[in-house]
């Protein structure tokens, strides 16, 4: 039911990393080659440092093992960003527990709330009793934005009053999903606020309601970032790390970009894993996040 990783790398591996291919194939490796492939990464949003640190990594691999052919470059480079993304965290939100609650963060616009449907359903399907609160009481019809997604996925929703206490909100979901028996909640959250407020403060009351309400909660933090802006993407990431102990990230919107490269990023960084990836604008489109199948779907032909 849901998209692969695959289909949703359609762009990126038409253009930049098609490219990517094709230098790695002009025949002798020089200095030219190695400029050329540091404009591709930087063009496909892998950052200057994960960037440099990738061509380093190759430049010394081609030196010590005497890869020439077109075959062992892309293998040698798949290796290299297979060792970037690599992550020995184990995914809290996944462990067996009577409540797991997981606040979403992000700024409006990322997709947030859309991706609490997708999550929503991801979870259901997989026999998850989940129930969504609608924590962004600042934002107008946010609310009735997430009603919407969670009637599509078929899961109850939570809410307050437009302009209330988000932290009151999110306590309150707690206690229904205690109440009513289910054992997975969704808690979206402010991305923006009105200038008397300050966004990562009012975040912050949500996460302590939660840490206050439940054993060693929230046990995810995850930050939706809208994958077309970027290395901005990457600073807001910075902002929101910093204050409300995010775990995790879910990309956005990568089906409509070429610039896959800042998952590189991510982990490189921020020291993030990615969770999750958006396939697509359905609520089905989401895809759990598989380094070994997001590697190869750059280059697959």
């Given amino acids: 039911m849901f998209k692969n990783i695959r289909q949703s790398l359609t762009r990126t ?17 020089d ?28 430049q ?5 093992e005497g890869l020439n052919t077109t075959d062992q470059l892309l293998q040698a480079m798949k290796q290299e960003m297979r060792h970037i993304l690599l992550d020995d965290s184990s995914f809290a939100l996944e462990e067996p527990r009577q409540l797991t609650v997981v606040m979403i963060v992000g700024v ?7 991706t609490i449907g997708k999550l929503a ?3 259901k399907a997989r026999g998850y009793k989940v129930m969504v609160t609608a924590g962004d009481t600042f934002r107008a019809a946010a609310i009735d934005q997430l009603r919407i997604w969670s ?15 988000s932290a009151a909100v ?24 009105h200038t008397k407020f300050n966004l990562m403060r009012e975040l912050e009351k949500t996460y302590n309601v939660c840490r206050s309400s439940v054993h060693d909660a929230p046990h995810e933090v995850l930050l939706v970032l809208d994958a077309p802006t970027g290395q901005n993407a990457l600073n807001q990431a910075r902002k929101f790390k910093d204050s409300v102990h995010v775990t995790g990230v879910i990309l956005t919107k990568l089906d409509s970009t070429a610039k896959g490269g800042m998952v ?15 396939t697509g604008e359905s609520i089905e489109d989401l895809a759990p996040f598989d380094a070994d199948a997001f590697i190869d779907g750059l280059f697959e032909v």
Avoid: C, H
């Fill in 264 to 278: 590189f990023s991510i982990y490189r960084e921020l020291a993030l894993p990615v969770r999750f990836i958006g």
């Fill in 108 to 114: 409006n616009g990322s997709g947030k709330t859309t």
């Fill in 31 to 58: 200095e030219d080659t190695w400029e050329d492939l540091e404009a591709l990464l930087i063009q496909a949003d892998m950052g200057v440092l994960t960037t440099m640190d990738l061509i380093n990594a190759m």
């Fill in 151 to 165: 009637e599509r996925a078929n899961v109850p929703m939570t809410a307050g009053q437009p302009g209330g206490d």
């Fill in 60 to 64: 010394q691999r081609v030196d010590r």
């Fill in 170 to 193: 999110a306590y309150d979901g707690i206690r229904a999903s205690r109440a009513r028996g289910y054992n997975l909640l969704f808690i979206d959250t402010a991305g923006r606020l």
């Fill in 121 to 123: 359903l991801y979870y």
């Fill in 13 to 29: 591996r038409q253009s930049v990393f098609g490219q990517i291919v094709n230098v790695l194939g002009m025949g002798e490796i």
